[in-house]
């Protein structure tokens, strides 16, 4: 299976900005909503973001700093980031959903991409 590949990451300062990029070469995403999740360490993947049509969805701790969007003639997911704070370093990862349910369940996404660190520290 075709997975997404994310990029992007990398080390910032608090209140740094950074944007991260998802795509996937030979498969299109344009028919799915997708998703944003990211994992500090530990098992549990946190949602983040997600897209759906015109449609975004945010966690709350998130809302108001980060933008999701994407470039259907790319073939890409966005997700910029900005006042960035220590609490979102996290490895970041996107996805297709795939499945019912709430957007903000990583049970519903699928073919996950192997992620890109977020490093926010001083």
């Known amino acids: 299976q075709v997975r997404p590949v994310e990029s992007g990451g990398g080390l910032v300062q608090p209140g740094g900005s950074l944007r991260l990029s998802c795509t996937a070469s030979?498969?299109?995403?344009?028919?799915?909503?997708m998703g944003w999740f990211r994992r500090a360490p530990g098992p549990e993947r946190e949602f983040v973001a997600a897209i759906s049509g015109g449609a975004t969805y945010y966690a709350d701790s998130v809302k108001g700093r980060f933008a999701i969007s994407r470039n259907n003639a790319q073939n890409t997911i966005y997700l910029q980031m900005n006042s960035l704070k220590p609490e979102d370093t996290a490895v970041y990862y996107c996805?297709?959903?795939?499945?019912?349910?709430?957007?903000?369940?990583?049970?519903?996404?699928?073919?996950w991409g192997p992620g890109t660190q977020v490093t926010v520290s001083s």
């Open positions: 996805a297709p959903k795939v499945a019912s349910g709430s957007y903000h369940m990583p049970s519903a996404y699928n073919y």
């Open positions: 030979g498969r299109t995403f344009s028919g799915y909503a």
